[in-house]
């Protein structure tokens, strides 16, 4: 078992107005092996609405070619273990209709592209405390983050885990969240017999102090993490 403890800093104060809902998801994957992974918008999703998209492939691969317009959030990529993966930001232009990750080896993967819409139009966008974590066996991870009491809204603390088949068992990568107020998770299933990938979501709220909270999950085969912060006002 491994954690990761960082904190994280309001970096808007009390000036961040902006709040967040949810819209939608896209999910993609590949069960055959290739270079390209193609993303497209959600479905409602609008011109301005936030878009964060996070790439998952079956091994120690690296992203050669970024979605075009896309902003890193942070990456795994090329580490000794996998699944390795990518994470990016994009205010949407309300017209592209599909994005392409490139990988420099042919392999399966997956990924998302989640939709949050603003309350109000976003000016800057600003991202925190990247983690990743990553295993390739029998392996019960967990990341572990500490942030201030947030800015009225504004803020939104974003997971994706993958889970990839082992001995040719499908598997089904849940998180758990200790404590776990506020947090939406949304089950990517049902997927294929290859990668299944969940994401998870909790946004700030007035007074929300955020302290201490542990994700893990119940994945016993190959799977991949990303946790990170994104703030917009």
């Excluded at 998952?56 to 902003?71: C, E, K, L, Q, S």
Aim: proline residues 5%; negative net charge.
């Amino acid at each position: 078992m491994s954690s990761i403890l960082l904190a994280a800093t309001n970096v808007f104060g009390a000036a961040a107005t902006t709040a967040f809902t949810h819209v939608a998801a896209s999910y993609q994957r590949n069960t055959a092996n290739a270079t390209t992974r193609t993303f497209t918008p959600p479905a409602g999703a609008i011109a301005g609405d936030l878009l964060i998209l996070t790439s998952f492939t079956d091994d120690d691969d690296v992203i050669t070619g970024a979605p075009a317009g896309w902003t890193l959030i942070g990456d795994n990529d090329g580490l000794v273990e996998y699944p390795a993966g990518g994470s990016y930001y994009i205010i949407y232009d309300g017209t592209t209709s599909s994005w392409t990750v490139t990988w420099d080896v042919a392999d399966m993967g997956s990924g998302i592209v989640v939709a949050f819409r603003p309350d109000s139009p976003i000016t800057t966008v600003t991202t925190e405390q990247f983690q990743s974590s990553e295993g390739i066996s029998a392996l019960s991870d967990s990341i572990t983050t500490v942030a201030d009491d947030p800015a009225v809204g504004g803020r939104i603390y974003m997971y994706f885990l993958t889970g990839r088949q082992s001995a040719s068992a499908i598997q089904d990568p849940t998180p758990s969240f200790s404590p776990s107020a506020g947090w939406t998770h949304v089950d990517g299933e049902p997927l294929s017999s290859t990668d299944q990938m969940d994401y998870a979501y909790k946004l700030a709220s007035a007074g929300d102090a955020f302290v201490s909270t542990t994700i893990s999950t119940n994945d016993t085969g190959r799977q991949g993490q990303h946790f990170f912060i994104v703030n917009a006002v």
